[in-house]
């Protein structure tokens, strides 16, 4: 709710700010509301704060597969209401995602749909370049062609990141057939966002049913915990030691009881698989995995910091979705925080990863 108070003050106060005779007139298209921008210090040092967890669309691709526009906030198309909100929370830089929606496309109409998609993408950045970076996209349900389109949006596009879904059409992110799109992330050093879809095998059962939005309540970080757990115990962190991902969600439920992991290959060491070469908690830590900061409260954030470490967290907003509005002051707030761990949440860790300049 909070984030819609502050989209209707933001609006309002463009409004207001139109000039005289023409209060009861909406801003020109393109135009900015004039919301006060947030500016961050952190002990007298201004922060440039990033968001790896925003969401967008690019219509031109979606159409290719008439995948439908789930809320107006994504389109690019006028960013005056998201750079408003922004503004509001004290953001300066959106990294921006597209939750994968193209897992089940044919590889040619797959190739056309990342093609535009992260062509459209760069032309986003490129009209406020101060303000958006972007996660390429790539058509992992083939993974030679993912690979492929990896290597061109970095070498060629400019992009420092991919986002990836928590699994592909039903295929656990761990399966040794996506290991070359894995090896080009290593290979090329970038970031890689993954972001769940829900876990949508348990909905036929219809045990996420009935109230509460299950689905995503717990589907969400549920496919998150999945995926990450699949990616240690199966040894794709040890394979490509070099790979770098960005869970959203705070990481979903793994690192609130990352304890058991551990304690399982003690307790059933015969009936684990093959041991991971490190204790599972280890790989939290380690540099190999990074997590978004949606995770509610101080407290919350206090502990996800202390299972993984401050230097592996960093914004998330999930905009244009309203689970949060309060992450800049959510950081201020966790107790137990160095300035300069402050400032590498707020934006310092993002940047160098994501190679933008201060
Ligand atoms: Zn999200």
Redo the contacts with the bound molecule.
């Keep these: 709710m909070p984030i819609i108070g502050d989209l209707l003050a933001s609006a309002l106060a463009g409004i207001a700010f139109v000039g005289c005779g023409m209060t009861s007139v909406a801003p020109p298209p393109g135009s900015q509301p004039r919301t006060r921008r947030r500016e961050v210090v952190v002990n007298g040092k201004r922060v440039k704060t990033v968001d790896v ?1 925003a ?1 967008c669309i690019v219509p031109a691709a979606a159409v290719l597969i008439d995948h439908p526009l789930e809320a107006p906030g994504l389109l690019m198309a006028d960013t005056s209401t998201r750079i408003a909100a922004m503004d509001a929370q004290g953001i300066d830089v959106e990294a921006l995602s597209i ?1 994968p929606y193209w897992y089940r496309a044919s590889r040619d109409v797959a190739a056309q749909l990342i093609k535009v998609q992260n062509e459209t993408l760069v032309e986003f950045c490129a009209a406020s370049p101060d303000r958006f970076v972007a996660f390429a996209t790539a058509a992992l349900q083939h993974p030679d062609l993912a690979a492929e389109q990896v290597e061109y949006a970095v070498k060629t596009l400019g992009f420092r990141g991919v986002g990836v879904a928590g699994s592909v059409a039903g295929e656990d992110l761990a399966n040794p057939r996506f290991h070359p799109f894995w090896a080009k992330c290593e290979e090329l050093g970038v970031l890689v966002f993954m ?1 769940p879809l829900g876990t949508r095998e348990l909905e036929p059962s219809g045990r996420l049913a009935g109230s509460g939005l299950l689905t995503n309540t717990i589907g969400n970080p549920l496919e998150t915990t999945i995926a990450l757990s699949h990616l240690i115990f199966e040894g794709t962190l040890d394979r490509f030691p070099g790979l770098k991902i960005c869970a ?2 705070g990481g979903g439920f793994l690192p609130s009881y990352a304890n058991r992991s551990d304690a399982v290959t003690r307790c059933f060491p015969d009936r684990v698989g093959p041991l991971p070469k490190k204790n599972p908690t280890a790989y939290l830590k380690d540099g190999q995995l990074y997590f978004d900061t949606i995770v509610f409260t101080p407290e919350a954030l206090r502990h996800l910091i202390a299972e993984t470490g401050s230097g592996q967290i960093m914004i998330g907003t ?1 905009y244009p ?1 309203p689970w949060t509005s309060t992450e800049v002051d959510l950081v201020l707030n966790t107790p137990g925080l160095t300035d300069d761990e402050r400032i590498a949440i707020l934006g310092g860790t993002a940047a160098r990863l994501l190679g933008i300049s201060g």
Excluded: L, Q
């Design positions: 967890h969401h939750n972001h959203a969600h999930d979705f």
